[in-house]
């Protein structure tokens, strides 16, 4: 078993990565911490626990890290997921709001006690790390691996002009991680997740109509945005691949680049600066993602799905 900790805002496409993560066989789930980002860290904390109630997985304990960036305030995404982060579904499930303790007691003891064998996935903002090795600067070096959906490589953002979202919710804290020298650290960016893409009419490939239901329901509103903008019903599955790329890395391609983040343009603050010439002389850094194979991508999708 591969063991994780996954490090959320768990908003819709969230909510779709734990749900593939819980599917999987080869995955043990060792906790799942929360920040804000898409949704303010308590209602993500309620989020989370309401997809793992709908699972069966309640024994897996969700963790509550940071309420707001290092140095910036909160700008939720809540225009996109809606008010409680899932566009309104689960309404009806009813779960505990406390988490099951603090974030960064959890990720300290499982960094001491996994280490190389452990891997952090992140889904979200990069706070909830950035703050632990300030809190914690013995654990620098500690972290092995570390999957991270964020950034926009050579393409625009989807937060600003040149930013995406995870990054430019608290840039801060993704130079501080992005520096933070660790062994391999992969950056899922949009130049790959926006290729990501699951349609309307693909969601009949779920054969538990439970779990179809849940995943057109989450994803019914990103749909209908998407077609505004580009013709067809899809949806972009972000924070999907992380999970999907930590199974079968084969369904990413990658390499390893110096990679920084803006924090004090006007306009460019929170973008992800690659620099593929050299011309900083700074050592690569973080495997950056270059081409996704869709066809391989969505088959392992549906293929975990259907193991719910």
Known sequence: MKKIIL???TGIDDAIAIMLAVASKEIEILGITVT??????????????KILKVLGREDIRVYRGSAEP???????ASHIHGKDGLSGQLAEVMVCSTSDGCAFDFLEESINTYEDALTIIMTGPETNIAKLLKKKPNLQGKIKNLIAMGGAINLKGNATLVGEFNIVTDPEAAYDVFHAGIEHFTLLSLDVTRDALINKDELENIKDLGVREIVTGLTENYMDRYFLGNGTYSCLMHDPLTILYFLDSTLVETRKEYVTVERTGEYTYGMTLCDFSGRLGQGKNIYISTALNVNA??????????QL
């Open 297 to 306: 991508f969505k088959d392992k999708f549906f293929r975990l799905m259907n």
């Open 36 to 49: 804000s980002g898409n949704i303010h860290v308590d209602q993500g904390i309620i989020n989370t626990k």
């Open 7 to 9: 490090d959320v805002d």
């Open 70 to 76: 290092m140095k910036r305030a909160l700008v939720d």
